[in-house]
């Protein structure tokens, strides 16, 4: 697995609550990912970065707020959480913009109560 | 924006036989399409990967073929195996970014 971890692995939270998620990576690859995975949907992309303080939006960014101020962290966070945002959160990277391999970390299970 | 659609949502084969799992995309300027394997409770895993210059890609049991005129593209598993069974995602992409997914597939090999 290339070397990237996500903390927390398990959050329960409640409802309103501000959460923040850390996905952390060895690599020194340019691109960041967090996608969430939901029964029946597959993955969807919340935001990427494509370098340090450079982030856009995906497919699901409604709620969510992302930071990168080093090459190796990358931040997602639910300003206040619903119920809705109860998912698996995966982070990935990629090396460059040309390499296309995205690689995924070990996943957070988050609980909004 | 792109759409993939994934088929069969489940399924399920004898030990020994083949598997082929196939997607539909939409956006003809996608030129880059992975399949990820994820077991239960486990991270998806970048299996095989094929761009839109290349018609097909084979690593030992695991192929990929890919269709851009009918904008589609199929996994194909030969002489399964119990280790095979687990969810398969397909993806596809504009250069790699903004990956967007199929709904994936349920694989079981009964053995």
């Known amino acids: 697995d290339a070397g990237i971890t996500q903390s927390p692995r398990h959050k329960v939270t409640e409802t309103g609550t501000p959460v923040t998620l850390r996905c952390h990576q060895t690599?020194?690859?340019?691109?960041m990912y967090w996608y969430r995975q939901d029964p029946g949907h597959g993955l969807r992309l919340i935001h990427y970065?494509?370098?340090?303080?450079?982030?856009d939006k995906g497919e699901v960014s409604d709620g969510y707020s992302v930071s990168r101020s080093k090459t190796e962290d990358f931040l997602l966070t639910l300003e206040s959480a619903t119920s809705s945002q109860t998912s698996v959160y995966f982070c990935?990277?990629?090396?460059?913009?040309?390499?296309?391999?995205?690689?995924f970390g070990p996943g957070t299970r988050l609980t909004v109560t | 924006g792109e759409n993939v659609e994934q088929h069969p949502s489940t399924l399920s084969v004898q030990e020994g036989d083949s598997a082929v799992i196939k997607c539909t995309y939409s956006?003809?300027?996608?030129?880059?399409f992975p399949w990820y394997k994820q077991e239960l409770g486990k991270r998806p895993q970048l299996i095989i990967d094929?761009?839109?210059?290349?018609g097909e890609k084979k690593d030992q049991r695991i192929a990929v073929t890919l269709n851009k005129t009918a904008k589609h593209f199929s996994l194909h598993i030969t002489e399964t195996q119990p280790e095979d069974s687990a969810v398969y995602f397909c993806?596809?992409?504009?250069?790699?970014?903004?990956?967007?997914f199929g709904a994936g597939t349920i694989l079981r090999v009964k053995s």
């Open positions: 990935a990277i990629s090396a460059t913009g040309t390499t296309y391999e995205q690689y």
């Open positions: 690599e020194n690859h340019r691109y």
């Open positions: 970065s494509y370098g340090v303080k450079d982030t």
């Open positions: 956006d003809s300027a996608s030129n880059y």
């Open positions: 094929i761009r839109s210059n290349v």
């Open positions: 993806a596809a992409s504009i250069n790699g970014n903004k990956l967007v």
